[in-house]
């Protein structure tokens, strides 16, 4: 049996799986109502996730936004979504370039409608200006907003990776699956060796033989509906699986976590091979500024972000 969450968002009673060669599950917290102040005492200061069940379903965009709605208002602008998307928990693997495809939203509105795998992803929301009287993530208490992103596909998986900064998710159209898992089990979750924030875990089907350290993560799941509020803090892994049609709003916000902050849980992963793509990233990619082919859904690699932080910092100094 596996613990039960109480309306207040804790942790019922319940016991663990009986088969302990398998990672630990149990649900994300919770909170039926808009009870803010333990929002903030229980979840946010302490840093740790949390559903706000229902909290955004007064916005304009809960009730008006579809992928219809966006092919009749945007059905000329350009995009380059993915599309033909594998079908796999760790889309890492592959290259983003060979799933990259220019388009209209209308007619990638019409490939999701097609039953095609596809995603809008990671869209800031200052290019749709006219829209943001649709939604309002003040009132769920984010401060010093750094991005607000639009996130539209259909039978989408992101895989396992975290972020720098504090996220609320908002589920809009349709609905994901949500798995998180705790920064301090990031020395079990095999992360690239080239990127330390994506790792090469299946969330939802993991692989014991390939991974075994996996048996001793504590996966936390989770379902979101139209109106519900995911809280990710930051560094915290997250996984998420949408149903074949999905609309989603994040915002990143607070306070970031510092390169030094990567650089300690680089330490605590432990892995001799991060630091060896570290240093040949740092060089080959940042020194020789050698081409790179970024990963799917991807960013540019730990070695080559450290040395555009540390030239960033020099040009800063020498001023």
């Known amino acids: 049996m596996i613990k039960t969450v109480a309306t207040n968002g804790l942790f019922g009673k319940g016991t663990l799986p009986a088969n302990n060669t398998q990672p630990k599950r149990i649900p994300l917290p919770i909170l039926k109502q808009a009870n803010w102040g333990l929002f903030q005492r229980q979840y946010v200061i302490p840093m740790q996730p949390v559903i706000l069940k229902g909290a955004a379903t007064s916005w304009t965009a809960v009730k008006s936004w579809t992928p219809k709605y966006f092919a009749t208002k945007y059905k000329d602008v350009q995009i380059t979504p993915k599309v033909n998307l594998p079908d796999t928990e760790v889309p890492y693997v592959y290259k983003d370039k060979n799933y990259s495809q220019k388009m209209t939203i209308g007619e990638f509105v019409e490939l999701m409608q097609s039953g095609n795998r596809c995603y809008f992803d990671q869209a800031n929301m200052n290019c749709f200006e006219d829209l943001h009287n649709d939604y309002?993530?003040?009132?769920?208490?984010?401060?010093?907003?750094?991005?607000?992103?639009?996130?539209?596909?259909?039978?989408?998986?992101?895989?396992?990776?975290?972020?720098?900064?504090?996220?609320?998710?908002?589920?809009?159209?349709?609905?994901?699956?949500?798995?998180?898992?705790?920064?301090?089990?990031?020395?079990?979750?095999?992360?690239?060796?080239?990127?330390?924030?994506?790792?090469?875990?299946?969330?939802?089907?993991?692989?014991?033989?390939?991974?075994?350290?996996?048996?001793?993560?504590?996966?936390?799941?989770?379902?979101?509906?139209?109106?519900?509020?995911?809280?990710?803090?930051?560094?915290?892994?997250?996984?998420?699986?949408?149903?074949?049609?999905?609309?989603?709003?994040?915002?990143?916000?607070?306070?970031?976590?510092?390169?030094?902050?990567?650089?300690?849980?680089?330490?605590?992963?432990?892995?001799?091979?991060?630091?060896?793509?570290?240093?040949?990233?740092?060089?080959?990619?940042?020194?020789?500024?050698?081409?790179?082919?970024?990963?799917?859904?991807?960013?540019?690699?730990?070695?080559?972000?450290?040395?555009?932080?540390?030239?960033?910092?020099?040009?800063?100094?020498?001023?």
Request: a neutral charge; one cysteine or more; glycine letters at 6%.
């Open 136 to 319: 309002n993530f003040n009132k769920l208490g984010a401060w010093d907003v750094h991005v607000t992103n639009l996130w539209v596909g259909a039978s989408t998986c992101s895989g396992l990776h975290y972020d720098w900064c504090d996220n609320l998710l908002v589920q809009i159209h349709g609905t994901k699956k949500a798995v998180l898992v705790s920064p301090e089990d990031s020395s079990n979750l095999y992360p690239f060796a080239d990127n330390h924030t994506k790792s090469q875990v299946s969330c939802e089907n993991p692989d014991i033989k390939a991974h075994p350290q996996v048996k001793n993560v504590t996966f936390m799941d989770g379902f979101l509906e139209p109106g519900d509020v995911l809280f990710i803090p930051k560094g915290w892994w997250h996984y998420l699986k949408s149903s074949e049609s999905s609309i989603t709003l994040t915002c990143w916000y607070g306070i970031v976590q510092t390169p030094m902050d990567q650089f300690k849980t680089i330490v605590r992963m432990g892995r001799p091979s991060i630091w060896f793509a570290f240093v040949r990233d740092f060089l080959w990619h940042g020194v020789l500024q050698r081409p790179i082919e970024y990963r799917l859904y991807g960013q540019i690699t730990t070695g080559q972000m450290a040395y555009e932080l540390l030239t960033s910092f020099l040009q800063f100094w020498r001023r």
